[in-house]
């Protein structure tokens, strides 16, 4: 089915749908934010700068990097560095749904993508290449996976003690299981295979080689350029 062809709708029973769908990932997405709540008061930053943080940038990874550098001198360059290495692959996220949200008011096209991350935008990539609505995934699963993260920091900053180490527990591991469930469950054919292979080698090869956190933009922009140069046949 080509692009033109596949549904795009985004309305109130579309976005409730996706919440509750995503309401499961969720519930592990309030653990990591009580780690990260956690983590930041031990680092010293105030309850209203951890709150605000999570409330505004939503990004787990990135949030945890920059308490690597906080402190009385904060270098920000580094920083801005950093974080924009590990949310590269927001670029390629954009790419891959402008087909699907072009057609938004740009207000609603850009508040969906506030609230983008991966597990939604996998989700929501699922549902599209099936030929489903996705719009209520990306958005409806966007705010259940904002609220959980911004509750965890506030339940880290004053509960956290009853878990300071979630990879002792193996729970580091669910986000990653659970994105490759999405890529099992989505096309299969020789196209993506061979562009997940490139990119799980790229960023493999980059992870061994290149700078901390390089990995991410190397595997996205890797699997990126060869999915747009070798494009999809419609039919």
Same mark, same amino acid.
């Given at each position: 089915?080509?692009?033109?062809?596949?549904?795009?709708?985004? +309305?109130?029973?579309?976005?409730?749908?996706?919440?509750?769908?995503?309401?499961?990932?969720?519930?592990?997405?309030? @653990?990591?934010? @009580?780690?990260? &709540?956690?983590?930041?008061?031990?680092?010293?930053? +105030?309850?209203?700068?951890?709150?605000?943080?999570?409330?505004?940038?939503?990004?787990?990874?990135?949030?945890?990097?920059?308490?690597?550098?906080?402190?009385?001198?904060?270098?920000?360059?580094?920083?801005?560095?950093?974080?924009?290495?590990?949310? %590269?692959?927001?670029?390629?996220?954009?790419?891959?749904? /402008?087909?699907?949200?072009? +057609?938004?008011?740009?207000?609603?096209?850009?508040?969906?993508?506030?609230?983008?991350? +991966?597990? #939604? !935008?996998?989700?929501?990539?699922? %549902?599209? #290449?099936?030929?489903?609505?996705?719009? &209520?995934?990306?958005?409806?699963?966007?705010?259940?996976? !904002?609220?959980?993260?911004?509750?965890?920091? !506030?339940?880290?900053?004053?509960?956290?003690? %009853?878990?300071?180490?979630?990879?002792?527990?193996?729970?580091?591991?669910?986000?990653?299981?659970?994105?490759?469930?999405? @890529?099992?469950?989505?096309?299969? #054919?020789?196209?993506?295979?061979?562009? !997940?292979?490139?990119?799980?080698?790229?960023?493999?090869?980059?992870?061994? /080689?290149?700078?901390? #956190?390089?990995?991410?933009?190397?595997?996205?922009? %890797?699997?990126? @350029?060869?999915?747009?140069?070798?494009?999809?046949?419609?039919?």
């Amino acid at each position: 089915m080509s692009v033109e062809n596949r549904p795009v709708r985004l +309305d109130a029973g579309e976005v409730w749908g996706g919440f509750k769908q995503l309401l499961p990932i969720s519930l592990f997405v309030v @653990v990591f934010g @009580v780690a990260f &709540g956690l983590a930041a008061a031990q680092t010293g930053l +105030d309850d209203v700068s951890t709150l605000l943080m999570s409330a505004l940038v939503f990004a787990g990874a990135a949030q945890f990097a920059v308490l690597d550098m906080w402190g009385t001198h904060v270098p920000i360059v580094p920083l801005v560095i950093t974080v924009f290495a590990i949310n %590269a692959r927001h670029l390629l996220m954009g790419a891959t749904l /402008y087909p699907w949200l072009k +057609d938004l008011p740009r207000a609603r096209r850009y508040g969906v993508m506030l609230v983008v991350s +991966d597990a #939604n !935008w996998a989700m929501s990539m699922q %549902a599209f #290449n099936r030929g489903k609505p996705g719009l &209520g995934l990306l958005l409806g699963g966007g705010i259940a996976l !904002w609220s959980a993260w911004a509750q965890g920091s !506030w339940l880290g900053l004053y509960f956290g003690s %009853a878990i300071q180490d979630p990879v002792s527990l193996g729970l580091d591991m669910v986000m990653g299981c659970f994105l490759l469930a999405m @890529v099992i469950g989505g096309q299969k #054919n020789l196209r993506m295979l061979v562009i !997940w292979s490139l990119a799980a080698c790229s960023s493999l090869l980059a992870y061994a /080689y290149l700078p901390e #956190n390089s990995h991410v933009v190397v595997g996205a922009l %890797a699997g990126g @350029v060869l999915g747009a140069l070798w494009m999809e046949k419609k039919q």
